[in-house]
């Protein structure tokens, strides 16, 4: 943490539900990336950046002692729009990692130190320039850790809605629902959002 940076107060459960809602990306932009072809497309996109949101989904273990295989999904956003790569086909896996492994290109998100060491586990690749925005606040002068309600409610002065239905559903489906399409991109648009308005791209 700065010593120099001011103490800055993270806006509380209530005063975040007084907010208007960030508006989020619709299903129009966001891609659904399962066959090799799609992840192919999605690359050629997604390296023309200096920077994604980053986010992924584990299927939610319910036993004690159960351990999760995921990663099953992993999302990438552009501040126009989002991928969500299902990483049940060797191919999307290969290029998922390809894309996380990539040098010069920051991966923003909240809470990426489990997703991280699950990459390691499954993809068999340590990502490349991981950026844990809460740091940043941290940097900053909040004091309280800062997840993507938090900061959106801070720079944006928005309510970013999730869905607890979503989070804990079935991400290793084969077939994704509208309801996970939608929570998984945003989380990663809503990284990349942070990002940008943290004046990080200059």
């Given at each position: 943490?700065?010593?120099?940076a001011?103490?800055?107060?993270?806006?509380?459960?209530?005063?975040?539900?007084?907010?208007?809602?960030?508006?989020?990306?619709?299903?129009?932009?966001?891609?659904?990336?399962?066959?090799?072809?799609?992840?192919?497309?999605?690359?050629?996109q997604?390296?023309?950046?200096?920077?994604?949101?980053?986010?992924?989904?584990?299927?939610?273990?319910?036993?004690?002692?159960?351990?999760?295989?995921?990663p099953?999904?992993?999302?990438?956003?552009?501040?126009?729009?989002?991928?969500?790569?299902?990483?049940?086909?060797?191919?999307?896996?290969?290029?998922?990692?390809?894309?996380?492994?990539?040098?010069?290109?920051?991966?923003?998100?909240?809470?990426?130190?489990?997703?991280?060491?699950?990459?390691?586990?499954?993809?068999?690749?340590?990502?490349?320039?991981?950026?844990?925005?809460?740091?940043?606040?941290?940097?900053?002068?909040?004091?309280?850790?800062?997840?993507?309600?938090?900061?959106?409610?801070?720079?944006?002065?928005?309510?970013?809605?999730?869905?607890?239905?979503?989070?804990?559903?079935?991400?290793?489906?084969a077939?994704?629902?509208?309801?996970?399409?939608?929570?998984?991109?945003?989380?990663?648009?809503?990284?990349?959002?942070?990002?940008?308005?943290?004046?990080?791209?200059?």
């Amino acid at each position: 943490m700065n010593p120099h940076a001011p103490h800055q107060a993270t806006p509380d459960k209530e005063a975040i539900a007084l907010l208007p809602p960030f508006e989020r990306l619709g299903l129009d932009r966001i891609t659904l990336v399962s066959t090799p072809l799609q992840a192919e497309h999605a690359r050629e996109q997604l390296m023309q950046c200096r920077a994604w949101g980053f986010d992924t989904e584990s299927k939610p273990t319910f036993k004690v002692g159960e351990s999760s295989d995921g990663p099953h999904v992993l999302q990438l956003s552009t501040p126009q729009r989002a991928w969500v790569f299902q990483l049940h086909d060797p191919s999307c896996r290969a290029i998922a990692a390809q894309l996380l492994a990539a040098p010069g290109i920051v991966k923003a998100g909240f809470g990426l130190g489990d997703d991280r060491k699950r990459i390691v586990h499954k993809l068999g690749i340590e990502p490349q320039g991981i950026l844990e925005l809460n740091n940043v606040f941290h940097q900053r002068g909040y004091r309280k850790d800062m997840g993507v309600k938090g900061a959106v409610a801070v720079l944006f002065h928005q309510r970013f809605i999730k869905s607890k239905k979503a989070a804990t559903s079935n991400w290793a489906n084969a077939r994704l629902s509208e309801a996970q399409l939608v929570y998984a991109a945003n989380d990663a648009y809503a990284a990349i959002r942070v990002w940008a308005a943290l004046g990080l791209d200059h």
